[in-house]
């Protein structure tokens, strides 16, 4: 459908036959390009309201689709794993690519030297170089510099003021940040254990904790007042079928 902003109102409907899953509109040929579930691509002059190009080759569903910015090329991706490139004046594809990992979406740079996709359960963007535009090895060379102009950094990189959180620092006089490493010497730990009994020695003996060392020092072990309360009561439970295996 095509509507009349100004007028508010409907100005054309077009009856495809199935359902439209990716439209691209170019502003400057006014041509608008449609992928339907029946894999076919099919142009409409918005002017003239009516189709003028129908593009069929995909055999299945289409992911995406990119004009040029002169209007002259239509890119689509599809779930077939191909990427074809059509010649929308001579209405006929003039290149296709085969993918391993399927296209799910596409852009081509205003100058068409640069095509970005993405792929299915990928991470990050992949980039295709048009080798029309770079057939010798200085255009390439000279890409290539753009490219480390644009990704070099504008301020130098900058010393953390502390360590994350997930490493251990020592502090230095000097203020510099020295991780302390992870290995640890067994005279270190030796000592560590020697000052962790020295503090617990320090605290105070519970009355259990009394009896258990004049035991230990006597070698005799007798039940105490609570056993002896404890275990008749138990026995009565067993008896009377409280505690079941």
């Not at 003239?48 to 055999?59: N, P, Q, S, T």
């Not at 794993?81 to 990992?101: E, K, N, P, Y």
Request: aromatic share 10%.
């Amino acid at each position: 459908m095509v509507w009349d902003f100004k007028g508010r109102g409907l100005k054309s409907r077009w009856e495809i036959g199935c359902a439209v899953v990716k439209i691209v509109y170019h502003r400057s040929n006014g041509l608008l390009a449609t992928a339907t579930n029946d894999f076919v691509i099919r142009l409409f002059d918005v002017g003239a309201l009516r189709m003028v190009r129908k593009f069929e080759g995909h055999i299945d569903r289409v992911t995406d689709l990119c004009f040029s910015k002169d209007g002259k090329w239509l890119l689509t991706s599809s779930m077939d794993g191909t990427l074809r490139i059509w010649d929308v004046s001579l209405a006929r594809q003039i290149d296709a690519i085969h993918v391993d990992v399927s296209v799910t979406a596409l852009s081509l740079s205003p100058n068409m030297d640069v095509l970005a996709t993405t792929h299915v359960d990928q991470n990050g963007v992949y980039l295709w170089v048009n080798q029309t535009m770079f057939s010798g090895s200085s255009n390439f060379d000279s890409y290539v510099n753009v490219i480390k102009v644009c990704n070099k950094p504008i301020e130098p990189p900058k010393k953390a003021e502390k360590a994350p959180f997930f490493l251990p620092s020592v502090p230095t006089l000097s203020g510099q940040i020295v991780f302390e490493p992870s290995d640890i010497s067994s005279e270190k730990k030796i000592a560590e254990g020697d000052k962790l009994e020295n503090r617990r020695s320090d605290l105070p003996h519970s009355h259990f904790l009394q009896l258990l060392q004049s035991s230990a020092e006597k070698k005799v072990f007798q039940p105490s007042p609570i056993t002896l309360k404890v275990y008749p009561l138990l026995l009565w439970m067993w008896n009377y079928g409280c505690f079941k295996l």
